[in-house]
């Protein structure tokens, strides 16, 4: 049984810096590739961010692009979403997710998700 566990949510001010992480186990993790979604209230799951499951390509939606940075740690099959220069439209509850197909930015290609973290960012 699969399990992904997030981390690293909570309250910060605009210009503010989170670290979430995503904790796997219960599957192969260095196979995967990891993706990061969002949900604000009322609005649909968004793609966030994604790496592949060596660590060499990420892939990043145009709203984050240059604030956040991904990156994955085979050995401690965790995989962090590094949040920058934060801005109150970033407040959602982020959620992981493992895939083994593309394109990465393709919410229906995840079929493993973990329960979310919340960040909320005040202005």
């Known amino acids: 049984q699969v399990q992904l566990v997030e981390a690293g949510g909570g309250l910060v001010q605009a210009g503010g810096s989170l670290r979430l992480s995503c904790a796997v186990s219960?599957?192969?993790?260095?196979?995967?590739?990891v993706g990061w979604f969002r949900q604000a209230p009322g609005a649909e799951r968004e793609f966030v961010a994604a790496?592949?499951?060596?660590?060499?390509?990420?892939y990043y939606a145009d709203s984050v692009k240059g604030r956040f940075t991904v990156s994955k740690d085979n050995a401690q099959n965790s995989v962090f979403l590094q949040m920058n220069n934060l801005k109150p439209e970033d407040t959602a509850v982020y959620y992981c997710?493992?895939?083994?197909?593309?394109?990465?930015?393709?919410?229906?290609?995840?079929?493993?998700w973990g329960q979310g973290t919340q960040v909320t960012v005040s202005s």
């Open positions: 997710a493992l895939s083994k197909k593309f394109p990465a930015q393709d919410l229906s290609n995840y079929d493993s």
């Open positions: 219960g599957r192969t993790f260095p196979m995967f590739n």
């Open positions: 790496i592949r499951r060596l660590g060499t390509t990420t």
